[in-house]
């Protein structure tokens, strides 16, 4: 090969090399999200990643609790290092954000949030098993779960539900003391519902003691117990979350 030859080869060598470097420099644009001025958010838990039926569905139309999850989704680094197969049992959790005239799909699988790079990332962060926790919790309800307050979310427990009704805050300085409420709805398994009120100022809010009537043929009068600053272990509540305690 003539010495033109060998330096013609080596140049195109070059230049694809080049040219591939930057193909593979390109995911660093990419992100979790076109929009982010969302109204909807569907969460849809499938049977599995081989079975489409979906066994539980919620919406949250509270469009500062969609930002908040939008906000905490983009900490999670957006080139997944590793691609990952699954069973054909994995688990599968659908997010659907409808923002503007568009809907963009975030899927979990087997609690792992897959990335704008179709990869995942390594080992499971903080936030990623916090969000994971959180989505699982509003999907399927129970006692001593951690909750975060979405407005008109109805969080349907066996017996009786609760939703989120919002809160008010009021600044009544220099004359008192400033005051924040927060309101819930409690509906029984007879449809009778209750408003409680959580108040609080120059001191916590205050655990609630709730009677509920549940049960099918048989009506049992129940207690619960609702926290907004913390759980009884100790663990911060206030201000995102609440709790329901048996």
């Known amino acids: ?40 958010l569907e969460i849809k838990k499938l049977k599995s990643i081989s079975d489409r039926d979906v066994i539980r569905s919620i919406e949250i139309r509270d469009v500062n609790a969609i930002k908040n ?5 983009e900490k999670i680094p957006v080139d997944g290092d590793m691609m ?22 975030i899927g979990v699988y087997e609690r792992r949030f897959k990335t704008p790079s179709t990869g ?5 962060s903080k936030v990623e098993e916090s969000l994971y926790n ?25 017996g009786f539900s609760v939703t989120y009704k919002g809160s008010v805050f009021k600044d009544f300085a220099p004359e008192t003391i400033q005051t924040f409420t ?4 409690i509906t029984d398994s007879t449809k009778n519902t209750q ?34 600053y913390q759980t009884d272990k100790d663990v911060r509540l206030y201000p995102d979350y609440f709790q329901i305690v048996h």
Do not use: Y
């Open 1 to 40: 090969m003539k010495k033109q030859e060998i330096l013609n080869f080596i140049f195109s060598f070059l230049a694809l090399f080049f040219i591939f470097s930057k193909t593979e420099a390109a995911p660093m644009n990419r992100s979790w999200f076109d929009n982010t001025s969302c109204n909807l």
């Open 84 to 105: 990952k197969q699954f069973g054909p049992e994995a688990e599968e959790i659908s997010l659907f954000f409808h923002c503007g005239n568009k809907t963009q799909e």
């Open 120 to 124: 995942f990332n390594v080992g499971a």
């Open 195 to 228: 408003v409680i009120e959580v108040r609080s100022g120059q001191v916590p809010p205050q655990a609630k003691l709730i009677e509920v009537k549940r049960g099918g043929l048989r009506l049992l009068n129940s207690k619960i117990k609702l926290l907004t």
């Open 182 to 185: 927060q309101k819930f709805l």
């Open 69 to 73: 999850l939008i906000d905490r989704i």
């Open 134 to 158: 959180d989505i699982d919790a509003l999907l399927f309800p129970d006692f001593n779960k951690l909750f975060l307050k979405i407005e008109d979310l109805e969080l349907v427990f066996i």
